[in-house]
């Protein structure tokens, strides 16, 4: 198996993981409904795109399209669209959630390359949240892809990570990807690419992470008339020092355990205790892959939830008791049998509904 292969198959099974996980969440804002899903998706296409003016014919490719966040309004703009995933769950989901149209492919690519796409055929292609998060030399080939099938005078615009280099774990499929400027802009003009601009990404939540040396930017590319270098030699302009071997049998990024106890405990703190307990089942999952020992953080979230629920319950208990919204006759009724029953018990209540149900005092 060549090294591509093996990635491949380690970028499909991370990635239908987090997918079958929750999709929402492993796209790009962690959003909580299909709705804000599709909102996010048209605002960073306005941004991936801005200055273009669509004549409504253009051919557009988004590599790493996930469930077809930003598709959607590239399909309301553009004459053909073609979405690439490597994840098969993404595209079964993409297919799901986008309309049928016959404008729309969407192909399950085997995650380095663009076979099943015509050379010169492309007018725009976009990545959005998706190449900034593969190993350098996947990268590396996806632009010598990228100027194959881009017209001639095809553009390209990509959501890029900048600041200081990086030393990650070739095998990690999560972690964000950083290049120093000189070294991007040489990788990429190794690639055939004319850099046109670069402008930070700014987001309503937080995308730059300035104390670590990671700013997002989107950046513009016109295809130029120089042939791409070989794949390798981009990579090491890219990224001189080379990514690290992992070790071990089972590399998962330890972003992915934080990531996903982090979404527990908002989760957790919104009151979905459902979904909060999935997120650290997941979290827990994925932590017996790696070498965190973070047993005693996932304990105290487990019991936290419980409290909470719990908490919740007792609340509901009580107004489940006191609550006859609609029915003042029964609790009426009920109260007086009570009151001449148990009166010390019954004036216990009534303080209990002054209290809980004001609205049906008298
Ligand atoms: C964070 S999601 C972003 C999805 C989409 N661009 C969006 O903004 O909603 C990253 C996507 O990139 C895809 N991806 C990761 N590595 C890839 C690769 N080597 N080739 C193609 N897609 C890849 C993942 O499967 C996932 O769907």
């Not at 964000?176 to 046109?196: H, Q, V």
């Not at 042939?227 to 001189?240: A, G």
């Not at 020092?241 to 071990?248: D, V």
């Not at 107004?319 to 018990?345: H, M, Q, T, W, Y």
Request: hydrophobic letters at 40%.
């Amino acid at each position: 198996m060549s090294d591509f292969e093996k990635l491949s198959a380690l970028m499909k099974a991370d990635w239908n993981r987090r997918l079958r996980h929750d999709y929402r969440f492993w796209m790009s804002d962690g959003v909580s409904d299909d709705r804000v899903m599709w909102e996010s998706g048209a605002r960073d296409f306005g941004i991936l795109c801005e200055g273009i003016t669509f004549s409504g014919q253009e051919s557009f490719l988004e590599l790493g399209c996930g469930v077809g966040r930003l598709l959607a309004s590239a399909l309301k703009k553009c004459g053909r669209v073609i979405g690439v995933d490597v994840s098969e769950e993404a595209i079964k989901k993409a297919a799901e959630l986008l309309p049928a149209d016959p404008k729309l492919q969407l192909i399950v690519g085997n995650g380095y390359n663009l076979s099943e796409v015509q050379s010169g055929s492309i007018d725009l292609a976009v990545s959005f949240a998706a190449i900034t998060s593969m190993p350098t030399d996947v990268i590396a080939n996806y632009l010598v892809e990228l100027y194959r099938i881009l017209k001639p005078e095809g553009y390209m615009r990509l959501q890029i990570y900048l600041g200081e280099e990086q030393r990650l774990a070739h095998a990690d499929t999560l972690h964000l990807r950083c290049f120093k400027p000189e070294n991007f802009k040489k990788g990429l003009e190794a690639a055939g690419f004319d850099i046109e601009w670069i402008k930070e990404l700014v987001l309503p939540f937080q995308v730059s992470f300035k104390e670590h040396g990671l700013e997002t930017f989107i950046a513009s590319f016109r295809k130029s008339n120089r042939s791409p270098l070989h794949p390798n030699e981009i990579s090491r302009l890219l990224l001189p020092l080379g990514e690290s071997e992992t070790e071990g049998n089972q590399p998962i990024s330890p972003i992915e355990f934080w990531m996903s106890y982090n979404y527990a405990k908002t989760l957790l703190e919104a009151g979905d205790f459902e979904k909060a307990r999935e997120a650290v089942g997941f979290a827990s999952d994925v932590c017996k892959a790696t070498a965190l020992d973070v047993s005693d953080l996932l304990q105290e979230i487990i019991s936290e939830i419980n409290k909470k629920e719990a908490a919740q319950a007792e609340r509901k208990v009580l107004s489940v008791g006191v609550s006859f919204e609609g029915r003042p006759e029964i609790f009426e009724k009920n109260l007086k049998a009570l009151k001449d029953a148990f009166p010390e018990l019954a004036a216990q209540l009534q303080d209990k509904c002054d209290e809980a149900a004001p609205e049906i005092q008298q």
